[in-house]
């Protein structure tokens, strides 16, 4: 992968990502798509499996995936909270759930959802092979607490359970090496995880070993103060080696579940230890929007698009609603003008919302520029099932006119 700096090329590493920014709105409402923007429909392209769930062993129900581009067709795949069912007797000791975050490497490319995907197990060298099964990438929080209980620390029980949990991930330019951004959570339902820390970690591809392990910048404190939206770092994007963007979200008006009108803030630094370390000192820009676009910030990601012809561009998708529905948000550079190209509508996600009145919701939704291309922009999200019966990480493939 080339270094060279976007602003001169333009064709860097992309840093696809995620996650989550939380909205604190809960109820039901439908979203106002806008009239002068295509809704697109999002075509099924399967759902992101290992070699050993094509094999049958077992059957894994993960809640997020990011992917990043490696050389050869390759990508780092990094999941949310894994659940492992095994076809036939679970193996002694082997783990059924694993929180915080789980990843596999394997070959992706368009058209269709990886299935050859083989599991890392941290220290252990990819010559070696796939693991078996899962494994935990991103350890387990030292500590968060329980909201509303001063001191009382979460742990696995029936209020919920502590997390490290991967909000985006990116290849720094002209290494093997990714960088990892994380949240420190109390997941206590799957619509209430307070944010309590944040911070990095860096993963060598070439070696399954963290060159930096996980490093809590901004750490837990006892009375479980939640971070406030402008330090809930998401999406990583390398511009250059000496420059890292990353975005920060909220949403700022909305009835119930439904975001009408959200805001987005950029942070770019030189990713130093020491600016690392600072980094809530930064400096934030709010992204500016074009006219009749607006953000809906439920939940954000966003990536950026290295195009083989053509301008190349930063994408953000944004879920406005817990019913599926997405936004297609498209800039040529971090801070905007960012423009809305297309709505979509996510399969099998409005039917469980329904079924499940509001209870039981899609998220995780992300895009895969090295899927995407050529008027195809490839996304993953987390489709679940009533009673946990078959969740599973899904992608399908949006044809938007704008991306040709």
């Not at 599991?119 to 030292?142: D, Y």
């Not at 370390?277 to 820009?285: C, K, L, M, V």
Request: proline share 9%; glycine share 10%.
């Amino acid at each position: 992968m080339s270094p060279t700096s976007p602003r001169r090329r333009r064709t860097h590493v992309v840093l696809v990502v995620l996650v989550a920014t939380l909205s604190g709105l809960t109820a039901r409402g439908p979203a106002n798509a806008s009239t002068q923007v295509p809704t697109v429909t999002a075509t099924p392209l399967g759902v992101v499996e290992g070699t050993n769930e094509a094999s049958g062993i077992y059957e894994l129900h993960r809640d997020e995936g990011l992917s990043v581009a490696l050389d050869g067709g390759q990508s780092l795949w990094i999941f949310g909270d894994t659940v492992v069912h095994y076809s036939g007797t679970k193996p002694a000791g082997a783990a059924s759930f694993f929180p915080s975050s789980t990843a596999a490497i394997g070959p992706t490319g368009p058209g269709v959802a990886p299935t050859g995907l083989a599991e890392i197990q941290v220290g252990v060298p990819p010559s070696a092979g796939g693991a078996a099964g899962p494994h935990h990438f991103l350890p387990l929080p030292g500590a968060v607490y329980v909201p509303g209980h001063v001191g009382k620390v979460c742990t696995v029980s029936g209020q919920g359970y502590p997390a490290r949990w991967p909000t985006g991930a990116a290849r720094i330019p002209g290494t093997t090496k990714v960088f990892v951004t994380f949240f420190d959570v109390c997941a206590l339902s799957r619509t209430s995880y307070p944010v309590e820390g944040w911070g990095y970690a860096i993963f060598d591809t070439a070696t399954n070993t963290f060159s930096v392990p996980a490093t809590e910048v901004i750490l837990p404190r006892t009375t479980a103060y939640v971070l406030p939206w402008t330090r809930r770092y998401i999406s990583p994007i390398f511009e250059s080696p000496t420059e890292l963007v990353l975005f920060t979200s909220t949403c700022l008006a909305g009835v119930k579940n439904v975001c009408t009108s959200g805001a987005v803030n950029v942070t770019t630094i030189n990713p130093t230890v020491a600016n690392l370390r600072d980094i809530a000192h930064a400096p934030q820009t709010a992204t500016m929007t074009a006219p009749g676009t607006r953000w809906r910030t439920h939940l954000l990601s966003v990536a950026y698009y290295p195009a083989a012809s053509g301008p190349s561009r930063f994408i953000a998708l944004t879920q406005p609603d817990t019913t599926g529905l997405i936004d297609v948000v498209s800039s040529g550079t971090p801070t905007g003008p960012w423009t809305t190209i297309a709505h979509a509508q996510l399969p099998g996600c409005a039917a469980i919302f329904e079924a499940s009145v509001g209870t039981t919701v899609c998220y995780a939704i992300v895009g895969h520029p090295e899927q995407s291309g050529n008027g195809h922009l490839v996304v993953s999200y987390y489709l679940p099932t009533l009673h946990n019966v078959d969740n599973r990480l899904v992608e399908v493939d949006l044809q938007i006119a704008a991306l040709r």
